[in-house]
Nanobody, 125 residues
């Protein structure tokens, strides 16, 4: 059983940067896709970015392209989300998730098997 623990959230100002981390324990980390999703109050959870097991393929939602970067360190069983030039509309609870089956950088929440507890990111204007 894989467990995911996010960290690094907080309160920042518009234009600031923040790096989220997601540490995995349990099942071998390096063989599955990892994704980041976010959920703002009153909204559905949305895809942000994903990275394949070998790090060669990444996908981003259009609203974060050029500002956010996903990366992973399989030796540390950790995936990162570097967020630059943050905007108030980035405010949400951010979740990391593991997809054991598709082997692609899938954007669908239904493809992900295990989720972390979430970390709050608040961007003030």
């Amino acid at each position: 059983q894989v467990q995911l623990v996010e960290s690094g959230g907080g309160l920042v100002q518009t234009g600031d940067s923040l790096t989220l981390s997601c540490a995995a324990t349990g099942r071998t980390f390096g063989i599955y896709t990892m994704g980041w999703f976010r959920q703002a109050p009153g909204k559905e959870r949305e895809f942000v970015t994903a990275i394949t097991y070998n790090g060669r393929t990444t996908r981003y939602v259009d609203s974060v392209k050029g500002r956010f970067t996903i990366s992973r360190d399989n030796a540390k069983n950790t995936v990162y989300l570097q967020m630059n030039n943050l905007k108030p509309e980035d405010t949400a609870v951010y979740y990391c998730a593991a997809d054991f089956g598709t082997l692609i950088a899938t954007t669908s929440t239904s493809d992900y098997d295990t989720w972390g507890q979430g970390t709050q990111v608040t961007v003030s204007s």
